[in-house]
């Protein structure tokens, strides 16, 4: 294991950043290092040799002394809310920033937290109300026991914070319980042939989260715990194969030239990942390269996913709701452009493809003209009857019309998600060929290496 170089300044600053870790005052992030002119590092574990019946098992802990301790984390979990319901299997306390005590909540008994006056009150069931603060600091008596937000419990210690709209909720707990309400909210259950792709969800991870670090800071917190950043679905959601994964890897990310990689994931490539800059703008990234994700027989490894192909259809009139909704949200539509005017749709066509085969840019035609949607947007404009996004950019579309509208569109694709970096699904099916997870994870980030930070 190395600790000279970039690594070693890094593991030093995250040290420091630990030690002097406090309930409002979170480990800063790890200062990146620019991918575009990196340190020389180490070779990625090759893709090619084929898996030992036991592979990548994590090395023996290092020395305490040699790297930082774990650091601690604070999830967003609910912001601009108009009031939470907090309980306790033992109780709860509730105190102000400076540690005053304010309310203890008898065990299993329902409170909410609200806005009162300018700052926040916690609520009986009875009315009776705290003092107004603007921070309420919320613990069990036991520092194993959980804390119920809304119904559901998490680990850690909780804070409510008012802001502009509402109350924001905020869980602070260590990194690595954190990291098992994510692998196993993200994975689900899987059997043990498949858990060599839980270990490297729990590296991708864990990488994800020390890159980001104070991302939504000015909020009061480091990540969303939605898709927003990563899914944290709290105790609630913890699995043994999400335990056992990140305590298999406890320590361990992913870095480029000595920091932490941009470790981009989402569900189903479909059959070839995407290059970074296909979906954000900035990924110019040497290990977010597009890749074809197929066993040597040709089998996609993601073919095992629910998502692997879908099919949407529109009515001509589910449509123009559709993107009357849609296309004014667009990036610089203004009220007198093209998109302003969707009284009928009269072509919808995809105009480019990206090198992977994803769409790069959408065409409509509408009465005042051509809108061109490009590729980043495009999931967001043509929305399915549900409302959510579009599964994926790897689609083909048939069009069938009446005169000069669109009275029938089809879309067949493949895949769900982005496409950049760390496909979930093929990482499961790769696990089932027996690869162990440093080859799975090279496979997604070639030329990354796996370092142990802690």
Same mark, same amino acid.
């Given at each position: 294991?190395?600790?000279?170089?970039?690594?070693?300044?890094?593991?030093?600053?995250?040290?420091?950043?630990?030690?002097?870790?406090?309930?409002?005052?979170?480990?800063?992030?790890? $200062?990146?290092?620019?991918?575009?002119?990196?340190?020389?590092?180490?070779?990625?574990?090759?893709?090619?040799?084929?898996?030992? +019946?036991?592979?990548?098992?994590?090395?023996?802990?290092?020395?305490?002394?040699?790297?930082?301790?774990? +650091?601690?984390?604070?999830?967003?979990?609910?912001?601009?809310?108009?009031?939470?319901?907090?309980?306790?299997?033992?109780?709860?306390?509730?105190?102000?920033?400076?540690?005053?005590?304010?309310?203890?909540?008898?065990?299993?008994?329902?409170?909410?937290?609200?806005?009162?006056?300018?700052?926040?009150?916690?609520?009986?069931?009875?009315?009776?109300?705290?003092?107004?603060?603007?921070?309420?600091?919320? $613990?069990?008596?036991?520092?194993?026991?959980?804390?119920?937000?809304?119904?559901?419990?998490?680990?850690?210690?909780?804070?409510?914070?008012?802001?502009?709209?509402? *109350?924001? *909720?905020?869980?602070?707990?260590?990194?690595?319980?954190?990291?098992?309400?994510?692998?196993?909210?993200?994975?689900?259950?899987?059997?043990?042939?498949?858990?060599?792709?839980?270990?490297?969800?729990?590296?991708?991870?864990?990488?994800?989260?020390?890159?980001?670090?104070?991302?939504?800071?000015?909020?009061?917190?480091?990540?969303?715990?939605?898709?927003?950043?990563?899914?944290?679905?709290?105790?609630?959601?913890?699995?043994?194969?999400?335990?056992?994964? *990140?305590?298999?890897?406890?320590?361990?990310?992913?870095?480029?030239?000595?920091?932490?990689?941009?470790?981009?994931?989402?569900?189903?490539?479909?059959?070839?990942?995407?290059?970074?800059?296909?979906?954000? =703008?900035?990924?110019?990234?040497?290990?977010?390269?597009?890749?074809?994700?197929?066993?040597?027989?040709?089998?996609?490894?993601?073919?095992?996913? +629910?998502?692997? =192909?879908? @099919?949407?259809?529109?009515?001509?009139?589910?449509?123009?709701?559709?993107?009357?909704?849609?296309?004014?949200?667009?990036?610089?539509?203004?009220?007198?452009?093209?998109?302003?005017?969707?009284?009928?749709?009269?072509? *919808?066509?995809?105009?480019?493809?990206?090198?992977?085969?994803?769409?790069?840019?959408?065409?409509?035609?509408?009465?005042?003209?051509?809108?061109?949607?490009?590729?980043?947007?495009? =999931?967001?404009?043509?929305?399915?009857?549900?409302?959510?996004?579009?599964?994926?950019?790897?689609?083909?579309?048939?069009?069938?019309?009446?005169? @000069?509208?669109?009275?029938?569109?089809?879309?067949?694709?493949?895949?769900?998600? @982005?496409?950049?970096?760390?496909?979930?699904?093929?990482?499961?099916?790769?696990?089932? $060929?027996?690869?162990? @997870?440093?080859?799975?994870?090279?496979?997604?980030?070639?030329?990354?290496?796996?370092?142990?930070?802690?």
């Amino acid at each position: 294991m190395r600790w000279g170089g970039p690594l070693a300044t890094l593991a030093a600053a995250l040290a420091v950043a630990v030690a002097s870790c406090t309930p409002t005052a979170p480990p800063p992030a790890p $200062t990146p290092v620019p991918p575009e002119t990196p340190a020389a590092p180490s070779p990625a574990p090759s893709p090619s040799p084929p898996p030992s +019946p036991s592979p990548d098992t994590a090395p023996s802990a290092a020395p305490e002394a040699q790297g930082p301790a774990e +650091p601690w984390i604070r999830l967003g979990l609910a912001v601009g809310a108009p009031g939470v319901g907090i309980s306790g299997p033992l109780g709860l306390r509730v105190t102000d920033p400076a540690g005053a005590s304010l309310a203890v909540i008898p065990a299993g008994e329902v409170w909410r937290v609200t806005i009162g006056g300018t700052g926040l009150v916690a609520r009986a069931p009875g009315g009776a109300s705290t003092t107004p603060s603007a921070t309420l600091e919320i $613990t069990s008596p036991s520092p194993g026991a959980f804390v119920q937000v809304n119904g559901r419990p998490y680990r850690g210690a909780i804070t409510a914070l008012r802001d502009r709209a509402g *109350v924001t *909720v905020v869980d602070r707990l260590p990194m690595e319980s954190y990291l098992v309400g994510v692998v196993s909210a993200e994975m689900g259950r899987r059997s043990l042939v498949e858990q060599e792709a839980l270990r490297a969800q729990a590296i991708v991870s864990r990488t994800f989260a020390l890159r980001n670090l104070r991302r939504w800071q000015a909020q009061g917190f480091d990540l969303y715990a939605t898709v927003a950043d990563q899914v944290y679905g709290g105790a609630g959601s913890e699995t043994p194969e999400g335990r056992e994964a *990140v305590a298999a890897t406890r320590g361990r990310i992913l870095t480029y030239g000595g920091a932490p990689i941009d470790a981009f994931f989402y569900s189903t490539c479909g059959g070839r990942t995407a290059d970074g800059p296909e979906v954000f =703008r900035a990924a110019t990234r040497p290990y977010l390269r597009s890749a074809a994700d197929v066993a040597e027989d040709g089998t996609a490894y993601c073919s095992v996913s +629910p998502r692997f =192909r879908w @099919h949407e259809e529109w009515s001509g009139e589910a449509l123009r709701a559709t993107l009357q909704r849609t296309l004014p949200a667009l990036p610089g539509a203004a009220a007198g452009s093209a998109a302003g005017d969707v009284s009928e749709v009269r072509d *919808v066509r995809v105009s480019s493809r990206t090198p992977s085969g994803r769409v790069g840019q959408l065409t409509i035609g509408l009465p005042r003209g051509d809108v061109h949607v490009e590729g980043p947007q495009v =999931r967001r404009v043509l929305r399915p009857l549900s409302g959510e996004l579009l599964r994926s950019n790897v689609f083909t579309l048939t069009v069938s019309g009446s005169g @000069h509208r669109v009275s029938r569109l089809a879309a067949d694709g493949a895949g769900a998600g @982005h496409g950049v970096g760390f496909c979930q699904w093929g990482a499961v099916g790769r696990a089932r $060929t027996g690869q162990g @997870h440093a080859r799975i994870l090279a496979a997604y980030y070639p030329g990354a290496v796996l370092e142990r930070l802690y």
